[in-house]
């Protein structure tokens, strides 16, 4: 199938298209240099062309995010999906998988990274993947609180614990080292939990340092497309600006080495709104985010995700099961807690970001602060979806980030005046353009990935994964930037129209990517004689059921990564 | 203004969804409208004049809707409606007056479970029994009936005033176990006897009970014996007298500072203490 888009205004950040009226060409699921005859016209005129959206962050599938469905059958109820020919779906903050998939593509994302996934409970996400249509998909494996990875890096062998790391990414199918809370939730398991980079975790006797740099030095030898993908210490506790910091310092000196993509960073810290608080307690609660946002820009080796309130009513879930317990006891609403053996652990609470709530509105703002006074390049929109907001809430903040008018009017009107009087968001005059804003919401992420070859621009080989929304590239009216970014007028996947005027006209099953590292022989022996050690004396399953198996390949899409000369 | 007389024609087997068909609706609508109504029945929509026969009068006072040979089938009747009347000549299922915010609804048969789910105004009764969750939230919510009045002429079953926050509920009956279960304000009057666990893991509001209790939770605890009290249920509401001389229990105290106020008769329950 041919296709030719014509008239569109293309953004285009990874190959410096900024704003050019120019024709793109899709054939057999490529974009190619041009096509015949024959090819279909897809008239953009008055519209903008960007590549397909990619999600660095989000909670869509897995065993946390079922447990949210499942306890929160109120939310169920607040948003139904039934359209002719599509599967039906309910829920506003935790979606199910079609409806996930299908809300996703209509807003023109076409990848999407599955934020925390428990290797033990792997096959869950893997199963959902299955069921979840239109986006490429990846998953995240759990590694700052695994009883290996903490002996390993205790021990200081590196190389053993890169082994390690290797056999579980193809074990769990899994896309990049996830770290929650290093230690933190291990020492939830003693009912304790670490408060800075160097409270040393219960029995283990390591500190979150040890772990944060260990595991960076470990991606960087494994050459792993993605840099180590962090939510540190502290989440959510005011003055946590300080571990924030010290987080990002603690991997200076590290060096990108990819061995596929181009990232430049070692370090990406997400949903960074919750990690940049200021004060002592939630009554002297302030902005760090210039702070964090200054160290940012002039540091080479990080990005941020922002992770922005949306101001909804929402789920919280995160496998950072102590803040889950806080969060409970701040707000009172019901609770689940989750330990996973000798991995992780996890925790869901309902959550409701009043925009009366002083304290909520700061967090509003800080987010915003966050995407207004980063340089546009490290920073990322999320709302940690369903954490901080439901995702189908980036187009409004898409409005935000566009529009200083429709931001003062919720920051006078709708919101606490405490986001005046505790932000710097008051001051900040910048308006994303939409160069920018392709910027935050493909391009960067495609980047960070190390997806930037085939995703996350328009360049010819590149996916067809395209994004087309009508919208004037001037515009300055909230209402009507949130509405063509919420339904596009059209979304090509793998090169095919799968979204005509906001509606789902095809439905199409992406990849799952996932990461196959080729270690040394010798030393993955020596390492799979620890794992084995460990299963037989500490693990519920066995060896031989753990691994994510063949049953769960749908449209598998590996990475092959040589790293045999780490013997 | 109007009144729509629906009579059932027959049996059905997959329960109907009654939730477009309120006064508020009917009173705008020629008949040949109401006939058009889609309903939802089971994975399927049918007009109303598929299964109903339909009557459309010329009354004085508020629009009406009046449904004959009802049964369990008929599910939301009178869901989210703001005013006028609902009559229902026999039984109805599930959700009837749920959400409902103003106007009256009578039942004169039975009512199935989840009768008046997060009601917010206006009077439901029940002349004949109730099943369980009369006046709860929804499942999996903590923000249940926040006013008006729910009046079972009956028996209710269980859970009864699950999350209520605020109106009032009255079973002339027995009821179930847990009822104000999570009660966080409101009023639950039961004058028949009540099943274990009274108002477990209530925060606020009151619970009388006239009849027999057949345990307090330990959770609760005895202030006294009163006789005639005034109910308060904040610092400004100006109290409701009730007559008799009952046990008092604030609970429970599984949550912090509780203000849940539990009543049982002295005289059905004198070995109580």
């Not at chain 1, 069921?131 to 200081?156: C, H, R, S």
């Not at chain 1, 509405?483 to 906001?502: H, I, M, P, S, T």
């Not at chain 1, 010798?522 to 799979?528: D, H, N, S």
Request: proline share 4%; hydrophobic share 35%; net charge negative.
């Amino acid at each position: 199938m041919e296709y030719i888009i014509k008239n569109g205004i293309v953004y285009d950040p990874l190959n410096g298209i900024n704003g050019e009226k120019m024709d793109i060409c899709v054939k057999d699921g490529k974009i190619v240099e041009s096509v015949s005859d024959k090819a279909k016209v897809i008239d953009a005129s008055g519209c903008v062309v960007m590549p397909g959206g990619v999600d660095s962050h989000s909670h869509v599938a897995g065993a946390k995010v079922n447990v949210g469905r499942m306890f929160r059958p109120e939310d169920s109820k607040m948003e139904i999906f039934a359209k002719k020919g599509l599967r039906t779906g309910t829920g506003f903050s935790v979606p199910s998988t079609y409806k996930t998939g299908y809300q996703y593509c209509e807003m023109g994302y076409t990848t999407v990274i599955e934020a925390a996934m428990p290797p033990l409970i792997a096959r869950h996400t893997h199963e959902e993947f299955l069921e979840t249509p239109q986006i490429d998909k990846a998953a995240m494996p759990l590694f700052g609180n695994n009883w290996m990875v903490l002996e390993y890096l205790k021990e200081g062998d590196i190389k053993a614990c890169a082994a390690y790391v290797a056999w579980m990414l193809k074990a769990t199918k899994g896309f990049a080292i996830k770290i929650v809370n290093p230690g933190g939730t291990e020492a939830w398991g003693w009912g304790k939990n670490v408060h800075s980079l160097d409270d040393p975790v219960p029995y283990f006797d390591i500190t979150p340092r040890e772990i944060v740099r260990g595991l960076a030095e470990v991606n960087e030898l494994l050459g792993l497309p993605h840099s180590i993908h962090v939510h540190p210490n502290n989440l959510g506790h005011p003055g946590n600006w300080e571990t924030t910091l010290e987080t990002m310092k603690c991997v200076e000196g590290i060096k990108a080495k990819p061995k596929v993509g181009e990232r430049e960073t070692v370090y990406y810290n997400t949903h960074c709104q919750f990690h940049s608080y200021g004060g002592t307690s939630w009554k002297d609660f302030e902005s760090k985010a210039l702070e964090i946002a200054e160290y940012v820009n002039k540091s080479k080796h990080a990005v941020i995700d922002v992770g922005q309130v949306t101001l909804d009513e929402t789920t919280t879930m995160t496998a950072d099961g102590p803040m889950e317990y806080d969060l409970h006891m701040t707000n009172g609403l019901k609770w689940a807690n989750c330990d996973v053996e000798l991995e992780t652990g996890s925790g869901v609470v309902p959550f409701i970001y009043s925009p009366k709530g002083p304290v909520y509105s700061v967090q509003w703002a800080i987010g915003l602060e966050l995407f207004l006074y980063t340089n546009t390049d490290k920073v990322m929109l999320t709302t940690d979806h369903p954490n901080a907001g439901p995702f189908t809430r980036y187009p409004r903040v898409i409005a935000w980030l566009m529009s200083k008018k429709y931001r003062d009017e919720w920051l006078y009107n709708k919101v606490h005046k405490w986001a005046q009087q505790r932000s710097h968001v008051a001051d900040a005059d910048k308006e994303y353009d939409l160069y920018e804003i392709a910027k935050i919401t493909r391009a960067n992420q495609a980047k960070v990935l190390g997806l930037s070859e085939t995703k996350g621009h328009l360049g010819v080989g590149a996916e067809a994964d395209i994004a087309i929304y009508e919208i004037d590239p001037e515009e300055k009216d909230g209402k009507k930037i949130e509405k063509a970014f919420r339904y596009a007028k059209y979304v090509l996947k793998g090169g095919e129209v799968v979204v005509k005027d906001g509606n789902v006209v095809k439905e199409m099953f992406g990849d799952t990517i996932y990461l196959d590292v080729q270690v040394g022989e010798e030393l993955m022996k020596e390492v799979l004689k620890d794992v084995e050690e460990k299963f037989r004396r500490y693990y519920s399953v066995n060896l031989d059921n753990y691994p994510v198996s063949e049953e769960y390949a749908h449209s598998w899409r590996p990475i092959k990564i040589d790293a045999t000369d780490i013997n | 203004m109007k009144e729509l007389i629906l009579t059932l024609q027959k049996e059905i087997i997959v329960p109907v969804e009654m939730d477009k068909v309120l006064p508020e609706v009917i009173e705008k609508m020629s008949l040949e409208e109401i006939k058009n109504i889609e309903l939802v029945q089971g994975r399927k929509r049918v007009k109303l004049d598929d299964i109903f026969d339909v009557e459309l009068n010329d009354i004085e006072g508020e629009p009406r809707v009046v449904i004959k040979n009802s049964n369990q089938k008929l599910k939301y009747i009178g869901s989210k409606m703001t005013k006028g009347e609902v009559i229902v000549e026999g039984d109805a299922g599930m959700y009837v007056g749920a959400e409902m915010k103003g106007g009256k609804i009578v039942v004169n048969g039975n009512a199935d479970s989840w009768a008046g789910q997060n009601m917010k105004g206006g009077e439901l009764l029940i002349k004949g029994d109730a099943r369980d969750y009369v006046g709860s939230a929804y499942r999996g919510d903590w923000r249940g009936m926040s006013g008006g009045t729910i009046i079972v002429e009956g028996n209710a079953g269980n859970e009864i005033g699950e999350f209520m926050r605020k109106g009032v509920i009255h079973i002339k009956g027995d009821v179930g176990i847990m009822a104000g279960i999570h009660q966080n304000g409101g009023m639950i009057i039961i004058d028949g006897n009540a099943d274990v666990r009274v108002g477990g893991e209530m925060k606020a509001g009151a619970i009388i009970v006239y009849g027999k209790v057949e345990e307090v939770l330990p959770s609760f605890k005895f202030e006294g014996i009163v006789e005639n009290p005034i109910i308060k249920l904040s610092k400004k509401d100006e109290g409701t007298p009730v007559t008799g001389t009952f046990y008092k229990f604030i609970g429970d105290y599984v949550n912090r500072k509780p203000k849940g106020q539990l009543y049982i008769s002295v005289d059905s329950n004198p070995d109580l203490i």
